[in-house]
Nanobody, 122 residues
Framework: QVQLVESGGGLVQAGGSLRLSCVASGRTFSSRSAAWFRQAPGKEREFVAAISGSGRSAIYADSGKGRFTISRDNAQNTLYLQITTLKPEDAAIYYC???????????????WGQGTQVTVSS
């Protein structure tokens, strides 16, 4: 069993930066891939980035390449998402997830956090 708790969201001006954190409980976090998804009002949940259990490989959605950086600290059981040059369209609830493979598919992830709200002012 893995429990995930996100933090770090808030109100940020367009062009600013933000780092989201996701703390995992449970002994198996380091063996699982992890990912960030986001969901804006009235839109479907979309993939943002994913990282392997070791942290050595990562994949990104095209919309975030160059602005989003996913990383993890397995000693601290924590997943991160650094977002730079925030745009109004980045506003959403951001969710972290953990699962057996590094994939863009939400259905492949077994565990989900409750989400953290990111609001971007223009």
């Amino acid at each position: 069993q893995v429990q995930l708790v996100e933090s770090g969201g808030g109100l940020v001006q367009a062009g600013g930066s933000l780092r989201l954190s996701c703390v995992a409980s449970g002994r198996t976090f380091s063996s699982r891939s992890a990912a960030w998804f986001r969901q804006a009002p009235g839109k479907e949940r979309e993939f943002v980035a994913a990282i392997s259990g070791s942290g050595r490989s990562a994949i990104y959605a095209d919309s975030g390449k160059g602005r989003f950086t996913i990383s993890r600290d397995n000693a601290q059981n924590t997943l991160y998402l650094q977002i730079t040059t925030l745009k109004p369209e980045d506003a959403a609830i951001y969710y972290c997830a953990a699962g057996p493979s590094t994939t863009r598919s939400a259905s492949a992830y077994d565990y989900w956090g409750q989400g953290t709200q990111v609001t971007v002012s223009s």
